[in-house]
């Protein structure tokens, strides 16, 4: 298994693992780490520096975002020889579309939003090494499957300075009823939607970045461990 995480670099810590008392080292019983493909920036990567644990207002005139509540936990792991430990105080950047498709703060052929702030932030893992994000279900464009962006990047001025980028991705049964909502459903004009298994990016380990969704009153609630074998930083 080391030798598997030797040979990436980063793993995937798949909701097995639990956490043990006293120095918050995690213990890898029923626990797999499973090698997973760090997946494309994508051309809409701001870096906003805003941090804020609710991303759907709009900094910038104090607007809220329609769309189906998302609570988003990511908890952080560094993997080494002893185990997987919480990582404390790596930054966390998550980016999205709204309900139309839409980026915040870029210009694209089909929208220009520069100097919006929508649907980005981000967050600093704390002594359990988690971030909990305030969102909305994304909504779609051509092209792509539904996907949140994230980033993780720790401060060179305490650690060897290292960065990973990937996607998280939704259940397309569950991505068709939120999609009935009228916040996503009034999408004009609106094309068949990109499914998982037709995304080009999915299909290099999109599989192993589908995120856990619990379906709340309000919404859902999504979860996902990431780990990390620091030895090999950027």
């Not at 008392?21 to 995690?26: K, L, Q, T, W």
């Not at 998302?70 to 993997?79: A, N």
């Not at 929508?118 to 464009?141: A, H, K, S």
């Not at 990047?153 to 009935?180: N, W």
């Amino acid at each position: 298994m080391l030798a598997l995480l030797g040979a990436t670099g980063i793993t995937m810590l798949n909701g097995h693992s639990s956490a043990s008392s006293g120095d918050g080292e995690v213990t890898r019983k029923m626990f797999s780490c499973i090698a997973t493909p760090q997946q494309t920036e994508g051309p809409y990567f701001v870096d906003e520096h805003l941090r804020r644990a609710d991303i759907r207002s709009d900094p910038s005139d104090g607007s809220i975002k329609e769309g189906l509540p998302l609570t988003l936990d990511i908890r952080v792991f560094s993997v080494g020889k002893t185990g997987c430990k919480p990582l404390v105080g790596a930054v966390v950047d998550i980016w999205h579309c709204d309900a139309q498709g839409i980026y915040s703060d870029v210009m694209d052929s089909h929208f220009n939003t520069v100097g919006k702030k929508f649907l980005r932030g981000y967050q600093i893992t704390d002594t359990n090494g988690g971030v909990r994000f305030t969102t909305i279900y994304p909504g779609w464009y051509p092209g792509r499957t539904v996907h949140i962006h994230f980033k993780i990047r720790t401060d060179p001025k305490t650690m060897q300075a290292y960065e990973f980028t990937s996607q998280f991705y939704f259940d397309d049964l569950i991505t068709d009823r939120v999609h009935e909502q009228p916040a996503y459903a009034r999408k004009n004009p609106r094309p068949s939607r990109t499914r998982n298994e037709d995304d080009s990016i999915y299909l290099r380990g999109g599989n192993q970045l589908m995120l856990k969704l619990a379906q709340v009153d309000q919404g859902y609630t999504g979860s996902f461990d990431v780990g990390l074998e620091m030895g090999y930083a950027k």
